[in-house]
């Protein structure tokens, strides 16, 4: 079983920086890509940075400029540098592992999700 620990949550006043950092553990055997998604509350899910197993990465708009996302694919740790935060910034953030190998013998991949750390943005 693949286990996601996650840290760097907290609260900030608007205009202020937090960093977020991931850590996947297990039988693992490589990892398409690692990211970071947000949940505000009533709202859905959404995408907040991705970085692939080749270091192309993936913003959302909202964040792009702000937010920098960062890795160690030997490590299967991401980090995600959030700058000039905003209250709209607000969420939970959950790490994801998404098309992990368990097996160097078995095809298939599985994703896998961490727990979420709640970031509160101030004004």
């Known amino acids: 079983q693949v286990q996601l620990v996650e840290s760097g949550g907290g609260l900030v006043q608007a205009g202020g920086s937090l960093r977020l950092s991931c850590a996947a553990s297990?039988?693992?055997?490589?990892?398409?890509?690692m990211g970071w998604y947000r949940q505000a509350p009533g709202k859905q899910r959404e995408l907040v940075a991705a970085?692939?197993?080749?270091?192309?990465?993936n913003y959302a708009d909202s964040v792009k400029g702000r937010f920098t996302i960062s890795g160690d694919n030997a490590k299967n740790t991401v980090y995600l540098q959030m700058n000039s935060l905003k209250p709209e910034d607000t969420a939970v953030y959950y790490c994801?592992?998404?098309?992990?190998?368990?097996?160097?013998?078995?095809?298939?991949?599985?994703?896998?999700w961490g727990q979420g750390t709640q970031v509160t943005v101030s004004s």
């Open positions: 994801a592992a998404l098309g992990v190998a368990e097996s160097p013998w078995r095809p298939g991949r599985n994703d896998y």
């Open positions: 297990g039988r693992i055997f490589g990892i398409n890509t």
């Open positions: 970085r692939t197993s080749g270091g192309s990465t």
